[in-house]
């Protein structure tokens, strides 16, 4: 019987105890874990084996991401100009958004809490130079990268790991769709927040089959009302009509 496979994205060495109780839990639900520490990925003979790990997200149902206070080994394709390089983690986590694979992202309560404070100081910065410079409307944006960049040049980041974690975290926060954060302290705060989200996610389907269902119901109600309608012009037509009583019906209407 299939089950749901769900690919466990995080840093391993911080967080190595949450990811084995995660796994225990995963299993105990009967979905299945996929984790790179636990030969659940199939390395290809022709690739990085940090690609491998990319591939498998392809290959799974589900994406849990992990993020806790550090940034995690950088990915190997990186540009050694790059000031801020993409970790291994941020490069799985581009890969769940490109196949639109369903995510649950859980950050650390206390660094959700160092970024906020971050965000609405880079925010502040910004705000006071527009306040004070008039920027044509092709340079806005061109303006407030280098701002950035200067605020971060000068930003007292609680930990050197944080800026690379707050530029993870921009982009976790800069999500269309699919972008809900769940802010954890302990293993029992993720299992029991997955716990609930999957429940809804499995009912959520469940409606979902049922209302397709009612729908082709009531289709097929109106094309038996439409064929009883016909009946019944047949055997008006049948009751005052001499001869052979012949009767033509376009039965493209029917199915309308």
Request: glycine share 6%.
């Amino acid at each position: 019987m299939a089950v749901p496979r769900v690919f466990l994205s995080s840093t391993c060495y911080d967080l190595q105890e949450l990811r084995f109780q995660l796994r225990r839990f995963i299993e105990d639900i009967g979905y299945e874990p996929v984790m790179s520490e636990f030969g659940d990925i199939f390395y290809d003979l022709d690739q990085h084996a940090q690609d491998a790990c990319k591939e498998e997200i392809g290959k799974s149902n589900m994406f849990v991401l992990i993020v806790g206070n550090n940034y995690g080994s950088l990915y190997h394709r990186h540009s050694d100009g790059t000031t801020l390089p993409d970790s291994v983690t941020l490069q799985e986590f581009r890969k769940a958004i490109e196949i639109g694979i369903p995510k649950y992202i859980f950050i650390n309560r206390f660094v959700q809490h160092d970024f906020e404070n971050y965000r609405r100081a880079s925010a502040k910065h910004v705000q006071k130079y527009f306040a004070a410079n008039k920027v044509q409307d092709d340079q806005i944006q061109s303006v407030k990268g280098n701002l950035k960049q200067e605020f971060d040049s000068t930003y007292p980041f609680p930990q050197d790991a944080y800026r690379y974690i707050f530029y993870f975290l921009e982009i976790i926060h800069g999500l269309d769709l699919n972008n809900a954060v769940f802010p954890f302290e302990s293993f029992e705060d993720v299992r029991d927040t997955l716990r609930k989200q999957w429940a809804g996610f499995v009912h959520d389907a469940l409606t979902k089959e049922r209302t397709v269902a009612m729908e082709q119901v009531e289709a097929l109600a109106l094309k038996l009302d439409k064929i009883e309608y016909q009946m019944r012009l047949i055997a008006d037509i049948k009751g005052t009509t001499p001869g052979d009583n012949k009767v033509t019906i376009d039965i493209t209407k029917l199915g309308r």
